[in-house]
């Protein structure tokens, strides 16, 4: 296939699924190289959800669709979806480079220098503190060598081709620009997601996709003391919490918040334009963040992470794994460092392992199933050869993660704070509602499936047993409706009586699913304490416990 010599709609719908395609095979790499600026191992696998958000706007468009409605999409989907830190900023350049491709035509060499120049600045501004070493160098490093391709040669593919290499050669030099990058040996792992999707641009390009795409390998740690090396570290330990939310507030709203931020935490990135924003932070008070953003306009998908604090004297940690911003922030609430579990997709052992050497000498591993079980096991395994005691609960729900937290206690003996916490989850009776398929998060999932807002069907319903009711890992209940289904479970898991009902809405929930069961189940059991939460998994759209 010959070079392209315009970024016309073919070629831009081309780059996000090569995108999202690379970010996909070198996320476990780029999650092992994370230190900075906190050691939680997961850029790669953020930077890879914030691109298959762009990628599935771009997908759901028109074939019809013409270049400036393909960048709409790409970049609203990327900043809508986008997770942590490097995500944000990631999503930020990709606006800076539709601003300037979208209205562009035809959108050559130089264009594409320009945007790259220009994506550059928006993400540094977007960064309340921004460091060098990281994806903002690299970026700009890019966006130079594009202006400087000579002007009788500025031709897209060679536009592009530089910037790459460029890229990889900033990269490199991350590792003596950041001390913390130093001593662990590693490049940004943000900037090393940046440059495969610039790979990514390339190959979109030229037609030619490289067999892998390349992600350095951790090396020899190198010492920090020397004038060559620039003043940066680790974030804070007193910064535990990881705050995100989208926003939806004026400009000016918008300035003032960052003046707040910025005084209660730091690694803050603010990105978005025309009233709809996308927010990070770090902070040792997450609720302090979230009344920030209250004040300043509309917030939804408000994220909490725990990053991780002191271990208090003679105390152990919990390491608990999490579907869902709701649960996650329930988890990190109870005192446990949380390891997401997003999209899908299991956490890597790279992540997994971060967490438990985090956590300390004692470690209880809560996990979410039998499958991140056993990769919770795996990944614990070397641990014993550190000197580092880990216990792995039986959890099979994660309403059965919440009841062994609401038991945790750090200061009671490590064996006998475990066995509290299995015998509570093992005490916790569950079922779920979800869809059939085995693909939780597909269409349907996310609740365009002609339910009523209510979820008892008063729309068009779904084929018959498109939806199923299980009690614990047993389909009970098939249906076409999620209210139905949800309130024919809910009565099976009842009908030896419970004290407390744990509810839980996934992200496939239709409006009001939780409340509508509370409601049915107050008036079948009303001795019967009931909860609810919002922010649960992708592959359920509600879940039940009972205890």
Not at 166 to 189: E, I, K, P
Not at 249 to 254: K, L, S, Y
Not at 483 to 494: H, P, R, Y
Request: charged share 15%.
């Amino acid at each position: 296939m010959a070079a392209r010599e315009g970024m016309d709609g073919e070629v831009v719908r081309r780059w996000f699924r090569l995108a999202a395609d690379a970010l996909a095979q070198t996320r476990s790499a780029i999650d092992a190289l994370n230190v900075f600026p906190v050691p939680d191992s997961d850029t790669g696998t953020n930077l890879h959800l914030t691109l298959l958000s762009a990628a599935t706007a771009v997908e759901a468009l028109s074939p019809q669709a013409g270049p400036a409605e393909i960048w709409r999409a790409a970049t609203r989907g990327a900043m809508l979806g986008a997770c942590g830190n490097s995500g944000i900023i990631v999503s930020q350049l990709l606006r800076g480079l539709g601003d300037i491709c979208a209205p562009a035509s035809p959108c050559d060499g130089p264009v594409v220098a320009r945007a790259l120049e220009h994506a550059a600045a928006l993400a540094r501004a977007a960064v309340s503190r921004p460091a060098e070493g990281t994806v903002l160098t690299v970026a700009d490093a890019a966006a130079r060598a594009a202006m400087q391709c000579p002007a009788a040669g500025r031709s897209l593919s060679q536009v592009v081709s530089a910037a790459a290499a460029s890229a990889r050669l900033a990269l490199a030099r991350t590792q003596q620009q950041l001390d913390v990058l130093a001593a662990s040996g590693v490049v940004d792992a943000g900037a090393a997601g940046l440059c495969v999707l610039l790979d990514a641009l390339s190959a979109a390009i030229t037609g030619s996709a490289p067999a892998a795409y390349e992600v350095p390998p951790a090396g020899r740690p190198r010492a920090t003391a020397g004038p060559a090396l620039a003043r940066g570290g680790a974030q804070p330990a007193s910064y535990g919490y990881e705050v995100t939310y989208l926003l939806e507030a004026p400009e000016r709203q918008v300035s003032q918040l960052r003046e707040r931020l910025d005084a209660l935490g730091d690694s803050l990135v603010i990105v978005g334009g025309e009233g709809q924003w996308h927010m990070h932070v770090h902070v040792p008070d997450a609720g302090a963040a979230i009344e920030a953003g209250l004040r300043a306009g509309a917030l939804r998908r408000i994220t909490v992470t725990y990053l991780g604090a002191v271990q208090p004297a003679g105390g152990h940690r919990v390491v608990a794994i999490a579907d869902g911003p709701g649960l996650e922030a329930l988890l990190s609430g109870a005192g446990a460092l949380v390891v997401p579990h997003r999209g899908g997709y299991p956490p890597t052992t790279a992540a997994l392992s971060a967490a438990f050497r985090q956590a300390g000498g004692q470690v209880i591993i809560v996990p979410n199933g039998c499958q991140v079980a056993a990769l919770a096991r795996a990944a614990s395994a070397d641990l014993g050869d550190e000197g580092t005691e880990v216990t792995v609960i039986g959890v099979r729900s994660p309403v059965q993660a919440l009841a062994a937290l609401a038991v945790h206690d750090p200061h009671r003996d490590f064996r006998d704070d475990a066995a509290a916490m299995s015998r509570a989850a093992a005490a916790m009776r569950y079922a779920s509602v979800g869809p059939a398929g085995k693909d939780a998060a597909g269409k349907d999932a996310a609740g365009k499936d002609g339910t009523g807002s209510d979820g008892t069907g008063s729309g068009a319903a779904l084929s018959a047993g498109q939806i199923v009711g299980r009690v614990a890992q047993d389909v009970a209940v098939r249906g076409a409706r999620q209210g139905e289904v949800a309130i024919a479970v809910a009565d099976l898991l009842l009908a030896g009586g419970a004290e407390l009902v744990t509810l839980v809405a996934g992200t496939g929930a239709v409006d009001g699913l939780a409340q509508l069961v509370a409601a049915h189940v107050g008036q079948a059991s009303p001795a019967a304490e009931i909860v609810c939460y919002d922010g649960g998994p992708a592959d359920a759209f509600l879940l039940i416990g009972a205890e």
